[in-house]
């Protein structure tokens, strides 16, 4: 009798990504929160930007918050209308491409379906996650580029890859695409250099030209921007002005976002162009930071604690906000960082994993880590809280696979072994 050939298994990631799109679409449905701050920021001018008005503010072009955010979602509002709803729905959408990623790039570095599975759901049902789509916040796409850029980059380190010069080009770009949105990654080429060299075990020669063909992508995908604030404002301005105020502001530790309305306290006040107003504030921050270095240290060591000791601001800026469900904020606060702990302690035990038994690609996958590593390390400088942690979810959800995998592999031996 012919032996009966095997079923491919099947790709469930099909069915986590179709109800990702259900539940957050519903969460949509039920939670409606004032967009304040930013979020309300982002929305007005891309608003502005599709209705053809510029990149403003008080009446004259504007860097100070990135433009990548408000422009792209003014792409989609030409063609939709400017309703809070549509970016919302543009929101789900890319939190779902992100679950899609997180389950490739497993893939990729395990070549395992049920690793990548755990990744991709244990990250589909971190709560804050799916609190933070009834958020206007750039989170989403920024976050989504950064995946694409790393998924990229680990195809061009691909054994037997054809290109891989092409390859690390296209990462480069997109990571530039991302710096438009959020400038975070500008300085990663070091930080890839110091990968290539230090855990890849590449020459040096070719980890500074890998570094610098990541770099020069970058510098060219962020040119658009660059060039549009030089025309505009008349100053050479990379990406966005805020950065000198955020370094000043990283300088007052306080547990979050630091701002003084008293003169003496604040040498930024007063100054209305945003340009003098980032020189004066860089200025004064970086004068601080070298006569104040114990100081600087110990701040920077309190604001990586900001980053990652709890998971509360989604609930600030959603059920904190929300008519009537102020009460739900401290309950739904708890089941936040409950669920937030759990996903790290998985992806703690991930990480050992894949550096104890160096599980697939284990090089490759210290390329998460890199990153990880990297942001964290930004923020030792500037003010931090769990919202600038978004991004590295992602990240640790593909360890967060590995570690319920071989947390159930290790129950199944040893209920083999007890009988």
């Avoid at 070719?206 to 549009?228: D, E, N, Q, Y």
């Avoid at 100053?235 to 000198?244: A, C, D, Q, R």
């Avoid at 930024?268 to 003098?276: A, Q």
Wanted: net charge positive; with cysteine; proline share 5%.
């Amino acid at each position: 009798m012919p032996r009966k050939q095997s079923q491919p298994s099947k790709h469930w990631i099909w069915d986590i990504l179709a109800l990702n799109l259900i539940f957050r679409g519903v969460w949509l449905l039920f939670m409606h929160p004032e967009q304040k701050a930013d979020f309300l920021w982002y929305f007005d001018h891309a608003k502005m930007l599709a209705n053809g008005q510029g990149y403003n503010w008080m009446g004259h072009p504007t860097a100070y918050w990135p433009i990548g955010w408000p422009f792209f979602l003014s792409l989609i509002f030409r063609i939709t209308g400017s309703y809070v709803i549509v970016g919302l729905a543009v929101n789900v959408i890319l939190s779902t491409v992100i679950v899609g990623l997180i389950y490739v790039i497993s893939m990729r570095l395990f070549h395992r379906q049920s690793i990548a599975i755990c990744a991709a759901v244990a990250y589909s049902l971190l709560p804050s996650h799916i609190e933070w789509n009834a958020i206007l916040g750039s989170e989403e796409l920024f976050t989504a580029l950064l995946l694409t850029s790393l998924l990229l980059y680990l195809k061009a380190r691909a054994e037997g890859t054809a290109r891989p010069l092409l390859w690390t080009i296209a990462s480069g770009l997109i990571l530039g695409l991302s710096c438009d949105v959020r400038p975070i990654p500008l300085a990663f080429p070091i930080f890839i250099f110091l990968y290539e060299l230090l855990i890849a075990r590449r020459r040096f020669a070719h980890s500074i030209g890998r570094a610098l063909t990541l770099g020069i992508a970058m510098f060219v995908a962020i040119l658009p921007v660059t060039i549009r604030n030089l025309v505009s404002m008349h100053h050479m301005v990379l990406v966005s002005t805020n950065g000198g105020v955020n370094l000043w502001q990283g300088t007052h530790t306080n547990g979050g976002y630091f701002w003084s309305w008293n003169p003496a306290v604040n040498p930024i006040l007063h100054i209305n162009d945003e340009i003098v107003k980032n020189k004066v504030a860089e200025h004064t921050a970086t004068d601080f930071i070298f006569h104040h270095i114990p100081t600087t240290v110990l701040h920077g060591f309190m604001k990586i604690w900001d980053l990652y000791k709890d998971d509360v601001n989604s609930t600030w800026y959603t059920f904190h906000v929300a008519p009537g469900l102020d009460h739900l904020t401290k309950p739904i606060d708890a089941i936040n960082t409950t669920f937030y702990f759990l996903f790290m302690a998985a992806a703690a035990i991930g990480i050992v994993m894949v550096v104890v038994r160096r599980i697939g690609a284990w090089r490759n996958a210290l390329l998460l880590l890199t990153f990880a590593l990297y942001n964290t390390c930004f923020f030792f400088f500037f003010p931090a809280w769990d919202r600038f942690r978004y991004p590295l979810m992602p990240l640790f959800a593909v360890f967060v696979g590995v570690g319920l995998v071989s947390a159930w592999q290790a129950m199944r031996n040893g209920e083999r072994e007890a009988e």
